[in-house]
């Protein structure tokens, strides 16, 4: 069964680093997203991307966030100096279509920041 | 303001009774709404969907739920459980047909005892 992949699954780093997740969608997925939990709180959605631009973003997605589709298969989110509070787990999600809200979700990448 | 409440963070339940999951969201606008389940280690896969139609839906492993427009409410059942039911489960919405751009509740860890 086709899944969208998360690498690397735990990534530690020093607060001010940068520092890129990626995913792998599944193939023939037209939507991608983002969405990040932090510890004991919601799952909340970061960003949405379609036909190589971003499609919707939330506040959190400030402009130390960006987005890219580097090439026909991968998904990055990156992060140019991270902080404190950007620990937390980032999901990434794709879908065929819009509207429907089916998503299908990687198993995530945990981001420590110290 | 548009939310989404899951008012139970845990629930244990012994194997083979039913179980109920509460959602609640707070929109005046249209919504679609959604379980996610999340076991251990994996990322988030959908169990049901209500978009339109039934208000009664049916998802995989044997949950269903049930949309009251009237209570704002959305919750999960399955008349017996398993130990392998064991995992967090996610209530989310999309409000007002906004693309997939889902608003998580707190989730649910549903935990099954022998």
């Known amino acids: 069964e086709p899944e969208v992949t998360q690498t690397p699954s735990h990534q530690v780093t020093q607060m001010g680093q940068e520092v890129i997740l990626r995913c792998v969608p599944i193939?023939?997925?037209?939507?991608f997203y983002w969405y990040r939990q932090i510890l004991g709180q919601k799952v909340e959605f970061l960003v949405s991307?379609?036909?190589?631009?971003?499609?919707?973003k939330s506040e959190i997605f400030d402009d130390q966030f960006s987005v890219e589709r580097p090439d026909g298969s991968n998904f990055t989110l990156k992060i140019r100096s991270t902080k404190l509070e950007d620990s937390a787990m980032y999901f990434c999600?794709?879908?065929?279509?819009?509207?429907?809200?089916?998503?299908?979700f990687g198993e995530g990448s945990r981001l420590t920041v110290l | 303001a548009q939310s989404v409440t899951q008012l139970d963070s845990q629930v244990p339940v012994f194997e083979e009774a039913p179980v109920e999951l509460r959602c609640n969201y707070s929109?005046?606008?249209?919504?679609?709404l959604f379980w996610y389940v999340q076991y251990p280690n994996q990322g988030l896969q959908l169990l049901l969907k209500?978009?339109?139609?039934?208000?009664l839906v049916k998802g995989i492993n044997g949950f269903e739920a049930e949309f009251n427009k009237s209570q704002t409410s959305f919750h999960l059942r399955k008349p017996s459980v398993h130990i392998s039911d064991t995992a967090e489960y996610f209530c989310?919405?999309?409000?007002?047909?906004?693309?997939?751009?889902?608003?998580f509740g707190g989730g649910t860890r549903l935990m099954v005892k022998p």
């Open positions: 999600a794709s879908s065929r279509t819009a509207g429907t809200g089916e998503l299908f």
């Open positions: 193939s023939n997925h037209l939507y």
């Open positions: 991307f379609y036909n190589n631009e971003i499609s919707e």
């Open positions: 929109s005046s606008v249209s919504v679609y």
């Open positions: 209500y978009l339109s139609g039934s208000t």
């Open positions: 989310a919405v999309v409000f007002n047909n906004a693309g997939n751009m889902l608003t």
